[in-house]
């Protein structure tokens, strides 16, 4: 691994601190280097705070340093106005002569902008170093723009003998597969993603809250799946503890007035095109990542549209003999780990 490799390495793991904070905004890690040594470094603050340049650059004591330094960033540095101002315009202040890119921004926004311009002012600008990671770091910044939906991830946890439910249950509340660390581990997950989704059985029969309880962090968007509107307003996924958003059918004549909660209609009678009916909701909501919690109806349905990106599925040592079975998929294995009794295998989809 050389130079650049290392310190855009660097950048990619401080930027992993923005995690579900950052959004819409990409979360970026950048560092400065003078003499082969690290003499600033940030990442993105949450939304309406400073850039990961900016961070990096405020973190500098001595700021003569700069003229010499070199600033490595995942994502192409912004080229124009948000809530800050643009990163490429505080890099050229600084008269920091070189700068050594992850991947390009393609948000039409950017779009090689914020390179051009640093070109045009006399920086040295060296790109693609580490791509490929950058790329897969920045995966739901990349999703949301390019493909105009959130990135999805399915979740689901299945017994020993492959199933997900019991046939019949008696109380209305989930039955455990995975053991506590796994379920913590889950809650760990929601708070890294944007929004999380349910059908309307899984509603029905276990009562979710769909928060965060086992660990430190924001709520997800609640998205509940509900045709005929149908679902008690009792039922936990209509308290104020998180935003609800709730997706019927066009048909319903709702009054949504005095309701703390969103709706959005689809055309279910469309039923090859519920899951990308539902992805265009959330696009046009600003939802960049999005985790499918629902059972094997919800699941199927955004596997057979072929609308995911990652699969993470328990599989525990609890059996139910019959019951309703895990979603049929395919896709790539890349990565399994035991999580004391429970096995994780997380899959891409190809």
Not at 54 to 78: F, G, H, Q, R, W
Not at 100 to 127: F, P, R, S, Y
Request: glycine content about 6%; overall charge positive; some cysteine.
């Amino acid at each position: 691994m050389n130079n650049h490799e290392t310190y855009i390495k660097r950048c990619i793991e401080i930027a992993k601190n923005g995690l579900g904070t950052t959004r819409p905004n990409p979360m970026v890690g950048s560092v400065i280097v003078y003499n082969q040594q690290i003499i600033g470094e940030g990442f993105t603050s949450a939304y309406g705070g400073n850039h990961a340049e900016a961070n990096a650059i405020n973190a500098v004591k001595d700021k003569s340093l700069l003229k010499e330094a070199t600033l490595y960033v995942t994502l192409e540095p912004c080229s124009h106005f948000g809530k800050t101002p643009p990163c490429s315009d505080l890099i050229i202040k600084h008269q920091i002569p070189n700068v050594v890119i992850g991947c390009i921004d393609d948000n039409l926004q950017v779009a090689g902008k914020g390179i051009e311009k640093l070109k045009n002012a006399g920086c040295h600008v060296t790109i693609g170093v580490l791509e490929k990671e950058c790329k897969a770091h920045h995966k739901r910044f990349f999703t949301f723009h390019n493909k105009k939906r959130p990135y999805i991830i399915l979740k689901w946890a299945e017994t020993a003998d492959g199933f997900i439910a019991p046939e019949t249950k008696n109380e209305q509340k989930p039955v455990w597969i995975t053991n506590a660390y796994s379920r913590q581990l889950v809650h760990k997950w929601r708070t890294e993603e944007q929004a999380i989704l349910v059908g309307t059985n899984t509603v029905l029969q276990d009562n979710p809250s769909l928060t965060v309880r086992d660990w430190t962090g924001h709520n997800p968007i609640r998205v509940v799946l509900d045709k005929n509107e149908k679902l008690p307003k009792s039922l936990n996924v209509f308290n104020v503890q998180a935003e609800t958003i709730v997706i019927s059918s066009k048909n319903q004549n709702t009054n949504s007035k005095n309701q703390h909660w969103n709706l959005e209609f689809i055309n279910w009678d469309l039923k090859t095109s519920i899951a990308k009916q539902i992805c265009d909701c959330l696009y046009n909501r600003n939802i960049n990542s999005i985790i499918i919690e629902g059972g094997t109806k919800t699941l199927q349905t955004f596997i057979n549209e072929n609308l995911w990106d990652e699969a993470r599925i328990f599989t525990g040592t609890t059996t139910f003999k019959n019951g309703v079975k895990a979603p049929n998929f395919s896709g790539t294995l890349i990565s399994e780990e035991k999580i004391l009794t429970d096995i994780l295998k997380t899959y891409k989809n190809d």
